[in-house]
């Protein structure tokens, strides 16, 4: 089954949502299982950001806090959080155009978070790309 760019991030975001709920209840954690369970067949995009959030988590909600004002990125709902670590992953490490990032996130944002976190995961992405 071929997936469009936007599922497969949404596929991500679900993935990172299930990894940091079990990091965060201290249960064994295999990444390759978790993209396993939610991915029919093996996606190297999935993969590169899956990864590569889980690698870069650290500096990136460094970045997300240097732009949050008066919040950090922990203080995000579980979702509005991979959401915003996706796009800010996307926008340093890939070629994916920036307008597409923020669509993207936005899109995303909408679907499972509120307006508040929307609005600041767009005020970041916003943000950033103007520097």
Not at 22 to 50: A, R, W
Not at 105 to 122: G, H, M, P
Request: include cysteine.
């Amino acid at each position: 089954m071929a997936y469009k760019r936007s599922e497969l991030r949404e596929k991500c975001m679900i993935i990172l949502y299930q990894y940091y709920l079990m990091q965060s209840n201290k249960l064994e954690i295999f990444i390759d299982e978790i993209i396993k369970e939610n991915m029919e067949i093996e996606n190297e995009y999935v993969k590169e950001i899956v990864y590569g959030v889980v690698n870069h988590k650290e500096e990136l909600d460094d970045i997300a806090n240097k732009y949050i004002k008066d919040w950090t990125i922990d203080r995000l709902d579980k979702t509005g959080a991979q959401v915003l670590r996706i796009a800010l992953y996307e926008l340093k490490y890939t070629d994916t155009p920036e307008v597409v990032v923020i669509n993207e996130a936005i899109e995303l944002s909408k679907k499972y978070s509120d307006d508040a976190v929307r609005k600041i995961i767009n005020a970041v992405l916003d943000k950033i790309i103007r520097e």
